[in-house]
């Protein structure tokens, strides 16, 4: 799965099974060069003044000739980029990809400021010269560090005393985070250190999922996420008085209907975020640091 499963399930969230007007390119149109493309059905709402969306950028048409339209690219704040033959054009994208992507990313940064995390692993070889080691930017805390017994590759003894030391000088930890070993291992024998880091964000609709470093099973929060913070500035298809058809008289959507919307789905997003936590809690419990003596 790719960054679109995301961005396809909170746009369903936000348009409740309303459709939008869609069409399809005929041809490769590259990031740079191309003013204009070519449609495979006929123009309909497409026409001077329209907005449409390739992908997650978002193009002014300017003109419209039979099949032949004419755009500015890359805009709205999105980002002009080469689109295959056959790609969907949405005409006046109510929640543009583009914006829906930067939402997730967002709500990746927010998961991981709420107690969640991907475990990762760095590998150093100690020297007895040498209490201090370079550890990445993106540590969160250390859960555990191991190293490598003599008596067998299988045993791992536990390095019980050490240090997380950030804001280091960068001619001396690169990272300026540093890990400080108080019980040290022999000279020359391998540590591995398992630490908990944020969520890596998407940079594109096409990165995959597995990359984020999310754990599968929850994968339906940060469409969750992403939908509450795009309804904070927009109303969702059900409750728009606008997008349903015919168009909905103001008093076919209460005052208080849009919030209800949002305290289901935070309501929801919250339950998820609490089994999530108790998930790793049960996976990585909590290691407890021996004083020194």
Known sequence: ??????IDRTR?????????TINRLNGVINSTTAGSFTIELAAGPIAPGAVVEIGTELMYVTSV?????????GYGGSTATTH???????????????MILDALNDDL???????LYQMKVATFTYTASTQGYNLASDVLSVHRVTFSDESGDLS?????????????????????TALVLADTPTSGQGVRVEYKAPFTTLSASSTALSTVGLHSEAYDLPPLGAALALMTFKPIARESVMTQSPIRRAEE??????SASMRDLRFRREQRLEAEK????????TQWLRSGE
């Not at 369903?12 to 939008?20: A, C």
């Open 1 to 6: 799965m790719t960054a679109q499963t995301w």
């Open 12 to 20: 369903d969230l936000l348009l409740s099974g309303t459709v939008e």
């Open 65 to 73: 000739s039979g099949l032949n339209v004419g755009v500015i690219r």
């Open 84 to 98: 295959a033959d056959d790609s969907i054009i949405r005409i006046s994208p109510q929640y543009p990809a583009h």
């Open 109 to 115: 940064n927010d998961l991981s400021a709420q107690g």
């Open 156 to 176: 791992e003894p536990e390095v019980r005393r050490w240090s997380l030391r950030r804001n280091r000088l960068s001619s001396t930890f690169a990272s300026e």
């Open 253 to 258: 959507v209460p005052s208080g209907a849009i």
């Open 278 to 285: 108790m998930r790793l809690a049960r996976m990585y419990p």
